[in-house]
């Protein structure tokens, strides 16, 4: 069975195939055209989507050497996202399915990313605890089956990657925040200053606004603006955020492993790719005995290979869809399972 995978939510076209659950091909064009405004314009996703999607599509079939019409099952994100970029997407696959009469399925992407643990070996097991850390969202989910899954903890206000974004662009290292970030962090001290871990009602919920006004005072105090930052600093200030922001991720990750008994912690979406994340939370894995699952660096970001893989276990569970299914921007706590 051949299914075709397609994710525009935000940034990223992606296209992808898989034979079973096995990935034959997951193209993943990235627009850099937001890196001169410093974050997501949503129109120009929206037009670049629209350029690239066939030219994608054409070049993943050429590529496997597969027919359209080999096609069995059209999967597309159907939100959450921008409401523009999903509607390319989301039409795209509609059209697709409807001309060649196959059947299609709308894919939540916050799940897609949760299940994108099941791409790699060794996968995770059931129960499992799923920290999603992305630039739209932040969840501490218990895992308990493909169709059962209980939110413990979320942000309260900023997402992990939205503040890694912000303080990016605070020190003036650009957009994509994380991976900038990372790469001025690496080999750096995180003692310049002590920024704090925020406190929330909930002991599994996070909070980052915080955390970014510190750094926002810190540099205001020490250096008026961000320009007169020397580089070195820079590298430290960015060392002592990143260091602030994943130990407030573990923290809460430590907590619900000490209250639920999981066989795997696994952690997914774009900031599962930091490098201090994934040391930190392996640590934790091997402490309480759990098996730890990251995605490889294609699989954290968003990829339409998890759209296909999670669209083909809804099909499978026999859920189907008609073409007046609605892109919808924002995620909805039922639409964790409503897709069942
Ligand atoms: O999952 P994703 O690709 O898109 C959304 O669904 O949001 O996540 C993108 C986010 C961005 O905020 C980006 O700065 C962050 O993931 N990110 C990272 C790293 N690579 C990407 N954050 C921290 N460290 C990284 N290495
Ligand atoms: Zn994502």
Do not use: W
């Amino acid at each position: 069975m051949i299914t075709l995978g397609i994710e525009t939510s935000c940034d990223e076209t992606s296209v992808a195939l898989l034979k079973e659950d096995e990935v034959l091909i997951n193209l993943i064009s990235s627009q850099d055209i937001h890196n001169l405004y410093g974050g997501v314009v949503p129109e120009l996703s929206s037009r670049a989507h629209l350029q690239i999607i066939m030219p994608l599509l054409n070049k993943a079939l050429s590529d496997t050497n597969i027919n359209l019409k080999e096609i069995d099952l059209i999967t597309a994100t159907a939100g959450p996202g921008l409401i523009g970029a999903l509607l390319v997407g989301l039409t795209f696959a509609k059209g697709l399915a409807y001309s060649t009469d196959k059947p299609l399925v709308p894919v939540n992407h916050i799940e897609g990313h949760i299940f994108s643990g099941f791409l790699v070996n060794p996968k995770p097991e059931f129960p499992y605890l799923c920290l999603v850390v992305s630039g739209g969202h932040t969840l501490l989910l218990l895992v308990e089956s493909d169709i059962a899954i209980k939110k413990i903890g979320t942000t309260i206000d900023d997402a992990a990657g939205e503040a890694f974004d912000k303080v990016s662009k605070l020190l003036g290292l650009g957009y994509p925040g994380g991976p900038l970030i990372q790469k001025a962090a690496e080999g750096q001290e995180h003692n310049l200053t002590e920024f704090p871990i925020a406190q929330t009602k909930n002991e599994f919920d996070f909070s980052f606004s915080g955390l970014k006004t510190s750094v926002l005072r810190f540099v205001q105090k020490e250096y008026n603006s961000s320009e007169n930052i020397p580089i070195e600093d820079q590298k430290k200030i960015a060392a002592s955020f990143q260091y602030a922001a994943i130990k407030a991720l573990v923290l809460n990750c430590k907590r619900a492993l000490n209250k639920y008994p999981v066989k795997s912690i696994s952690i997914v979406g774009g900031v599962a790719a930091n490098k201090l994340l994934k040391d930190e939370m392996e640590i934790l894995a091997k402490r309480f005995k759990v098996s730890f699952v990251v995605p490889s660096l294609e699989y954290c970001g968003d990829n339409a290979a998890m759209i296909a893989y999670r669209g083909r276990k809804i099909n499978q569970s026999g859920k189907r869809y008609d073409y007046s299914f609605n892109a919808f921007p924002k995620l909805k706590d039922h639409t964790f399972i409503s897709s069942f």
